[in-house]
């Protein structure tokens, strides 16, 4: 049986329901499922050994009971979740399923829907006799082998080649960043590469972007020599550079001539670079620099950059977030860039590349370091995910299209708009009550809630990209070498034009991680230069949303998912943009103190209770998720209270459905991060451990507080039951 049976084939034992039926007046009730039928056929005993085996149930139920000692008033959150965070067998994780370390239903579901898009690609190959599917059938393929280590060796000499030959002008650095910036498995890796996407001051629009790198280490505080965690930085410096020593070794053999510590020499020069401060920088970070600018204030050959990568028509200006940067990193490439030292890390990045195109000994040396001592990951992905994700690089319109064909439920859109277009106007309510915003604030934040746009399942097809038209053969690394330079060129052209969705990967995760709007991510986000909320097709489905499971249970998690997603539009950060989506602070100086204030009284919680637990994390890393925590709970708890009043509940019932609803709220936050990983989660995850997300904004309630008769002293206790906007 190969593994995507085992999955679930679309043909047979699948869990979500295809499209086959329409929307009608179905869409405004809540259905039940009779299970019954399905149930009984499970059921191997006849009556009498069926109910001793029920009875046995019911005394274990109850001794599970009594033996969870954990008060609700001092820790709700494993007062709920503690047999599931004690039984291995409950997380549902599979042996080949151990590159997931944050343990959640996000992770496992993602995981489910790589291997429906598996089966997806399979049929459309087997159905389907086109050119289209011709080239699908020769990408996956190839995918699914990877790069060979031959063709590692061949690549990597004829690299080398070609390096030192630009060596001989000091001048052609910038051609050399222009070959890498084309490759965007690594750009992000380069000391500065050049992207375009939506100009976040006219963000209907492309512009050209200069960007910082993006550091290969998990933490670059390893970096900073300053007398804290010496031994730590120390192990990890040394597991980095075995890591360069083997890549080199693996490839180039043992007498190479590199020094693998000289990665981490040029790496700590770039991590210096961001000291620089004599430039005076644009307050918001939208710093637009001329081509003659950047080349006389800056020492940046744009121009140069700019030909070498292809651009029929180079565009006059280009946003810069870090001047200061840009200068002192400029500097440091046209002195060093062919040294010995950096020769070492062109190479180590030309690797990196090839590393995330293979399976074999340079993916293995790469996957130790950033995979399994850095992020705690107990084995790699099935290759099949690795070539599922590959294949949506180039395929995403046609998968797209055969994923929604098969899983867009429209009753379950139905439901889950009404219930957005419910909630907003509670927030709205909420934000028009608030007693610490200026006027002009208060209607800023209103007509920006006003202008949101909901996207549900995918983007209309007109505003995804079509797919490439690339005739592709049985070598992956030719075809990825096309596919690249596709990407390139197509991304060239898009200056000055209107914004369109492309598929996206965040190729430093492993295996690579879907971050675009691809219907297919199991996810949901706000988007503050387009002032849209995206809820991404592949999380409508259980356990996320089941209507037969009653109104607490969708809104402890689909409900939460939105009121959270709309409180960023006015956090911190998508406070800089205004109702249209452009770069536009609107708030008063006063307000942004207030509310820095409220963060700052955040931050403080979330750290006092993690280091009840002896974890020790910066919180301020992690505010704009914990604020959006607080708001999006607060406006399930008001959008429920509203709800109950309209439908004439008593107090009682008003009780025990604010029960469920905050248990389900606590089930849905559920999360094993494995020891070995926590430290790598606190320093990259852009939110707290779950615990916490369930934990703080319940304390903050003030219908979960008096609901569950909370005391001072108790440890659910806080004083500050701020909810940012109440």
């Known amino acids: 049986m190969n593994k995507s049976k085992k999955r679930g084939s679309l043909k047979k034992n699948i869990t979500r329901k295809n499209s086959t039926h329409s929307c009608n007046d179905k869409c405004n009730q809540i259905i039940y499922q009779p299970f019954q039928t399905e149930y009984r056929k499970h059921l191997r005993y ?39 965070l004690m039984k291995k067998e409950n997380t549902g994780l599979k042996k080949d399923q151990g590159y997931i370390v944050e343990i959640d239903q996000y992770r496992i579901v993602q995981d489910k829907v790589y291997y429906e898009l598996d089966d ?36 990597t000499k004829k690299f080398i080649e070609y390096y030192d030959n630009l060596r001989k002008d000091k001048n052609n650095i910038w051609e050399l960043l222009a070959y890498f910036s084309k490759n965007t498995v690594v750009p992000t890796l380069l000391p500065l590469h050049l992207n375009v996407s939506s100009d976040l001051k006219n963000c209907k629009y492309n512009v050209c972007y200069v960007v910082p790198k993006i550091f290969f280490l998990t933490d670059i505080n390893v970096y900073y020599d300053n007398g804290k965690q010496v031994e730590y930085k120390k192990k990890y410096r040394e597991a980095y550079g075995r890591t360069v020593k083997h890549m080199f070794e693996d ?4 007498n190479n001539g590199l020094d693998h510590h000289a990665i981490f020499r040029t790496g700590q020069e770039i991590f210096n670079a961001y000291g620089c401060s004599s430039i005076k920088e644009a307050e918001d970070g939208y710093n637009i620099v001329t081509a003659k600018e950047a080349l006389e204030k800056y020492n940046f050959d744009f121009n140069t950059l ?49 590393a995330r195109l293979s399976y074999g000994k340079l993916h293995r040396d790469t996957w130790s370091l950033a995979g399994k001592y850095s992020r705690g990951l107990e084995s790699q992905a099935d290759k099949k995910v690795f070539a599922v994700l590959f294949s949506s690089y180039s395929f995403d319109k046609l998968l797209t ?18 219930l957005y277009n419910d909630i907003i106007k509670v927030f709205q309510t909420i934000v028009s009550r608030s007693k610490w915003t200026a006027p002009s604030t208060k209607a800023s934040a209103l007509k920006k809630l006003e202008k949101i746009r909901f996207i549900i399942g995918h983007y209309p097809f007109d505003e995804i990209a079509d797919d490439p038209v690339i005739d592709y053969g049985n070598d992956f690394y030719e075809n990825m070498i096309k596919l690249l330079n596709w990407r390139n060129n197509f991304n060239n052209n898009l200056v000055g034009k209107h914004i369109i969705e492309q598929p996206m990967l965040d190729w430093n995760q492993t295996p690579p991680k879907l971050v675009g709007t691809q219907a297919y991510v199991v996810n949901a986000a706000y988007t503050p230069s387009k002032n849209n909320i995206f809820v991404n097709l592949g999380i409508l489905q259980k356990p996320f949303v089941d209507i037969s499971l009653g109104l607490e249970y969708n809104l402890a998690r689909m409900g939460f998912t939105v009121g959270h997603e709309m409180s960023h539009c006015l956090d911190d950060f998508g406070s800089k943009y205004d109702a249209d989506g452009n770069l536009n602070n609107w708030w008063t100086p006063k307000d942004k103190k207030k509310y820095k204030q409220i963060q700052q009284g955040v931050i403080k919680q979330y750290e006092a209770w993690a280091k009840r637990d002896g974890v020790i994390f910066d919180a301020s890393q992690t505010i704009g998720e914990d604020i959006a925590d607080i708001s999006g709970l607060a406006n399930c708890d008001e959008y429920l209270r509203q709800y109950l009043h309209y439908n004439k509940m008593i107090p009682s019932q008003q009780s025990a459905i604010f029960k469920r609803f905050h248990l389900e709220f606590a089930v849905q936050e559920r999360q094993k991060i494995p020891k070995r990983a926590l430290s790598a989660q606190l320093l990259t995850n852009v939110h707290p451990p779950d615990v916490y997300r369930c934990n703080v904004p319940l304390s903050r309630s003030v219908i979960f507080v008096t609901n569950q008769d909370i005391k001072p002293g108790d440890g659910m206790y806080w004083k500050d039951n701020n909810s940012v906007w109440s």
């Open 120 to 155: 997806i690609i399979n049929e459309y190959i087997k159905d389907n006799k086109t050119k289209t599917s011709e080239n699908l059938k020769n990408f996956y393929n190839s995918a699914l082998k990877g790069v060979d280590e031959q063709t590692i060796k061949t690549e």
């Open 46 to 84: 006849g009556a009498t050994e069926t109910r001793k085996i029920e009875l046995n149930y019911l005394k274990l139920l109850a001794a599970q009971f009594k033996r969870n000692a954990i008060s609700p008033k001092d820790d709700y959150y494993n007062y709920v979740n503690k047999d599931w």
């Open 251 to 254: 490839i180039l053999g043992k």
């Open 306 to 354: 700019c030909k070498h990568m292809g651009f029929t028509s180079i565009p006059s200006k280009f946003v810069c977030t870090n001047l200061n940067f840009l200068k002192c990193c400029s500097d440091l490439l046209l002195k060093e860039w062919d040294s010995e030292d950096w020769k070492a890390n062109w190479i180590f990045l030309f690797l990196r590349s090839m």
């Open 401 to 418: 299209k055969e994923y929604v064909k098969r899983y867009e439920d429209p009753i379950i859109v139905k439901y889950i708009t009404d």
